[in-house]
């Protein structure tokens, strides 16, 4: 069936060092895929999202790279900083529904 | 609203009683969908909604789960003779349309339901 998993549950990061999430997926059909970040208390929060017919995409501070070759997909964070402490879910769309992964929880290290 | 406003956001209800869900989506937006989030893990999805109708109830978890959305807006998720199992976060989402296409989705706060 389809899904979304992540490695690591938890990452623990110095504060200035960069942060590598990642993600493997299962459907090869999937047209997009997303990164969320949950803050404490909060909803999903949108961070950015690729195309499958892209393999890297950038933001401010973030890049996703994705390889459909081997189906995995990673978020990167440069230069960690403490309010990027949160869950971080990948998500890739499946036709009118994202399916989601369990979570990675990045802690900041002082 | 500004965002996806949702309510309760907290909620504690005995066993066996009924709770519904109130969700306000962002104004214009047609797509709305409900996921269910327990302690530590992902999202699930329930329910969605093209304007007020729900083509696939499939995710709902038990026939106990009902939703309707009136008017194209606000979304209500009702869990009759609620269980303790049933303790979660329940989110809200919007979107401009169901179909993702770099159109980014929007959640609400979440209503923490704990069934004691």
């Known amino acids: 069936g389809e899904s979304v998993g992540l490695h690591l549950p938890t990452l623990s990061v110095q504060e200035g060092d960069n942060s590598i999430i990642n993600c493997a997926y299962s459907?090869?059909?999937?047209?997009?895929f997303i990164w969320y970040k949950q803050e404490s208390g909060k909803g999903p929060q949108f961070i950015i999202d690729?195309?499958?017919n892209m393999d890297k995409r950038q933001g401010q501070r973030v890049t996703v790279l994705l390889n459909k070759t081997v189906k995995h997909l990673s978020l990167q964070i440069a230069a960690t900083q403490p309010g990027d402490s949160a869950v971080y879910f990948c998500?890739?769309?499946?036709?009118?529904?994202?399916?989601w992964g369990a979570g990675t929880k990045l802690i900041i290290k002082p | 609203g500004a965002g996806v406003s949702q309510s309760p956001s907290n909620k504690v209800t005995e066993k066996g009683k009924d709770v519904e869900l109130r969700c306000d989506p962002i104004?214009?937006?047609?797509?709305l969908y409900w996921y269910r989030q327990s302690l530590g893990q992902g999202l699930e999805f329930l329910i969605y909604?093209?304007?007020?109708?729900?083509?696939?109830k499939s995710g709902l978890p038990s026939d106990r789960f009902s939703a309707e959305r009136t008017g194209g807006s606000v979304s209500t998720l009702t869990i009759q003779r609620t269980q303790q199992e049933d303790s979660a976060v329940y989110l809200c989402?919007?979107?401009?349309?169901?179909?993702?296409?770099?159109?980014?989705?929007?959640f609400g706060e979440g209503s923490w339901l704990t069934v004691v």
């Open positions: 989402a919007s979107s401009t349309e169901v179909q993702y296409s770099g159109n980014t989705i929007y």
């Open positions: 104004s214009g937006h047609t797509a």
């Open positions: 909604f093209q304007g007020n109708s729900a083509p696939d």
């Open positions: 459907n090869s059909a999937s047209d997009y």
């Open positions: 690729i195309r499958s």
């Open positions: 998500a890739e769309n499946s036709n009118y529904q994202l399916i």
